[in-house]
């Protein structure tokens, strides 16, 4: 996925390929996770002097676009499933007078 803040890199020799920020090893989802668990930025910043704020702002925008991208893939997948599914009635359904 193309990040246009240029902060978000992913390289198969760092974390495995894992979007990180700026080729540091510390993934998109580390500072996630930590403002998950109620960490503020500035605790983040404190504890990880490297990062600078911007960095976490580009995780977050990170993550949002990724989160849009995989809902309208689903919603697609799913459209194409339901367009082509034929539902058919179940013989314990049936009518009597059908029967």
């Known amino acids: ?3 246009p803040s240029g ?3 992913m390289s198969p020799e760092i974390c495995g390929g894992r979007p990180t920020i700026r080729g540091l090893r510390i ?3 580390d500072v ?4 998950a668990a109620g960490a503020t930025r500035a605790d983040i910043l ?3 002097p490297y990062l600078e704020d911007e960095d976490i702002t580009a995780a977050l925008e990170y993550a949002a676009r ?3 991208i995989a809902a309208l893939e689903y919603a697609a997948a799913s459209a ?10 179940p013989p314990c359904l049936k009518s009597r007078k059908s029967r």
């Open 1 to 3: 996925m193309n990040d």
């Open 46 to 48: 404190r504890d990880y």
């Open 27 to 29: 993934r998109v989802t």
């Open 32 to 35: 996630l996770d930590m403002l």
């Open 7 to 9: 902060r978000i890199t």
């Open 66 to 68: 990724s989160g849009r």
């Open 80 to 89: 194409l499933t339901v367009k082509t599914a034929v539902w058919t009635r």
